[in-house]
């Protein structure tokens, strides 16, 4: 699949927890837009915020649980979450998978799948502060710096190309929290504008890949 589609984007939000990302994207793309609209909502948390969100907006929403690695260390639990999720998005013709909050990693074979077709969004400066408790590493490291980055997901944990990113200072008072509310502002503009990017076929998969290689 490439973009710019001949009509508008259906779009999957996968979210585990308060959805604010999600709210964002839903906004940007209401279903009158041109672009995109958001076709389903799926959380591997039963008692989500995102999930309870999606449904007063009417939005189809799905619930199939994810264990933790360490609860499943055969995969199974995983394997059910994905083959539900894949009778979903094939159900609902989706195009693109945007996690926003979503705290599960796939397999291989899911990345795979839908290669160059699902985004993530990652409160710091990628290639910086990657994995979990990303503001919380800024701050240790003591940089005057940080922001939001917009990333295609590849096999690895916040690894894939980035779309796009948005900066914000540290300030030398700043607590976890301060820094991520500031940082959170910016994600909710960078979301939809990578959307934009790669809906409008301006930030492909393909591309990127060859940009960073080749420079
Ligand atoms: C955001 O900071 C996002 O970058 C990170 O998880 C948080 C989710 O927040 N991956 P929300 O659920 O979208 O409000």
């Not at 503001?135 to 917009?150: F, P, Y």
């Not at 894939?160 to 994600?187: C, F, H, K, M, N």
């Not at 909710?188 to 420079?215: N, T």
């Amino acid at each position: 699949m490439t973009f710019p589609l001949d009509r508008p984007a259906n779009l999957a939000i996968f979210a585990s927890g308060r959805g604010s990302n999600m709210d964002a994207i839903v906004r940007a793309f209401p279903p009158e837009n041109s672009f995109a609209h958001v076709v389903m909502v799926m959380s591997d948390n039963a008692q989500a915020p995102a999930l309870h969100k999606a449904t007063a907006l009417g939005i189809a929403s799905y619930h199939s649980s994810f264990p933790l690695r360490k609860h499943d260390p055969t995969g199974h639990g995983r394997q059910v979450f994905e083959q539900a999720a894949t009778a979903y998005l094939c159900h609902h013709s989706v195009d693109l998978i945007c996690l926003a909050g979503f705290m599960r990693i796939f397999s291989a074979p899911f990345n795979d799948a839908w290669r160059g077709r699902i985004l993530n969004i990652h409160p710091s400066l990628l290639p910086d502060f990657k994995g979990l408790y990303p503001q919380r590493q800024a701050l240790k490291a003591g940089v005057t710096e940080s922001g939001c980055s917009v990333h295609y997901v590849d096999a690895g944990v916040d690894t894939g190309p980035v779309i796009l990113q948005r900066r914000v200072p540290v300030y030398p008072d700043d607590t976890e929290d301060s820094l991520a509310e500031r940082i959170l502002r910016e994600e909710h503009i960078a979301y939809p504008a990578a959307l934009r990017l790669v809906l409008s076929g301006q930030a492909s998969y393909q591309a990127l890949i060859r940009e960073a290689s080749c420079g």
